[in-house]
């Protein structure tokens, strides 16, 4: 895992997928005020990431943040049986051998120390964004990617179609899953009045932004 602002750590792992696909994910390790971790979006665990996570500090919740982002869930939960698991309304049928909270608002426990959106409007999604205050950190899970490593051919035709390829930007998946675009837009723009300083998306590179204007033209494509 790599430290990328203070008290905030993240680690990225290829998923294949069918036909040759082969998409990064990411997930994020956050320590908030009592020492207590936060884990974002966990992937599949090895023994490496569970060790230096364990070395960080006792984990205390493990957010899903969308109905897409649950193969990590189970394997984090068996290490952790005491964490709170905390995802979207629907998601607990995919994973029903974890107990999973649904969200409703952010947990005192996590000392203030975030801002939270759901997007509305994409229900089969349901993504909920967390910017990190005191770094101007802001995760999204499928809101924008940032694909800007090399990439295998199949990789790079679907990412092409999908508008999403080298560069920052929303996926055209969105127009699928978008049931309520006026809802969508609301959210996003919630999203995008935050002060945003470094975009950590879980597709795609870390992008370090500085008053948060590319996230924010990235975003205007709702």
Request: glycine share 10%; net charge neutral.
């Amino acid at each position: 895992m790599e430290r990328i602002a203070e008290e905030v750590w993240t680690a990225t792992q290829d998923f294949a997928l069918p036909g040759g696909v082969c998409i990064p994910g990411r997930m994020n390790v956050v320590r908030v005020p009592g020492g207590r971790l936060w884990v974002h979006s966990p992937l599949p665990p090895s023994e490496a990431a569970l060790g230096f996570v364990r070395s960080l500090g006792p984990v205390g919740w493990i957010v899903s943040p969308s109905k897409l982002h649950h193969l990590g869930l189970a394997g984090w939960h068996r290490a952790f049986p005491d964490a709170e698991v905390l995802g979207p309304d629907g998601l607990a049928a995919k994973v029903p051998d974890v107990p999973m909270r649904p969200w409703r608002g952010m947990p005192e426990a996590w000392g203030g120390v975030f801002d939270a959106a759901t997007i509305d409007g994409a229900p089969d999604l349901s993504e909920l964004c967390l910017l990190h205050r005191p770094t101007g950190t802001l995760f999204v899970a499928d809101l924008l990617f940032h694909l800007i490593g090399p990439l295998n051919l199949v990789t790079s035709v679907l990412t092409t179609a999908l508008g999403t390829r080298g560069r920052l930007a929303r996926s055209r998946v969105w127009s699928v899953y978008t049931k309520d675009a006026a809802k969508v837009r609301a959210s996003v723009a919630t999203v995008a009045a935050w002060p945003i300083e470094r975009l950590v998306p879980c597709h795609g590179a870390v992008l370090e932004d500085p008053g948060g204007t590319r996230t924010r033209a990235a975003l205007a494509a709702f």
